[in-house]
């Protein structure tokens, strides 16, 4: 699954509020055993337009009220694209020893530039993770990173690039 982060303005009425937000593929939800307070948890996104937003950001947007349904509007500032979102979920609160702690969470293949961003291989801007079942399947991925890399550039960048998968710890 793909994280990507990036910074926002959310608008409610007349009212601005600045966020970070990750786009996430669905596999997300599957990914990582954090759940859903409200919504579907089997299903968080309906369409692409659908927004998944901690119990924090409703106080601050909704304040009590159910904010399911309710539409945002989002401006990334990284590629300066204004779209609204319905509230689809609310994320259950996530345990303290976990360095992923996503406040808004928005599908990968909603952003506004998604066609152009699709393949692209040359730059960093996304985390992937990927559930292995053994060390072995680890070390056969890894072997395989020189042939990806000299496929999808060249034989140069495939000498000066050392791709490594990075454990984590359930």
């Known amino acids: 699954t793909r994280i990507s982060e990036s910074s926002a303005r959310l608008m409610i009425s007349e009212n601005a509020f600045e966020e970070d937000i990750q786009y996430v593929d669905p596999g997300y939800f599957q990914m990582f055993s954090f759940g859903l307070e409200k919504g579907n948890s089997r299903s ?28 945002v509007s989002l ?10 979102y319905v509230v689809t979920g609310v994320l259950a609160e996530y345990p303290s ?9 928005l599908p990968f293949e909603g952003i506004p530039n998604y066609s152009q961003v699709e393949n692209e291989w040359d ?13 072995q399947a680890r070390s056969n991925l890894e072997k395989a990173f020189p042939d990806l890399i000299k496929k999808i550039w060249d034989e140069e ?14």
């Open 97 to 105: 020893n976990t360095s992923i702690v996503p406040t808004i969470l």
């Open 75 to 84: 401006f990334d500032q990284d590629i300066e694209v204004e779209k609204t």
């Open 157 to 170: 960048t495939q000498q000066r690039t050392n791709f490594k998968l990075l454990p984590l710890s359930a």
């Open 123 to 135: 730059g960093s801007f996304l985390s992937t993770y990927i559930w292995l079942s053994n060390a």
């Open 44 to 71: 968080p996104f309906i369409d692409q337009n659908s927004m998944v937003i901690s119990d924090e950001v409703s106080k601050r947007l909704f304040g009590e009220d159910h904010p399911i349904g309710k539409n």
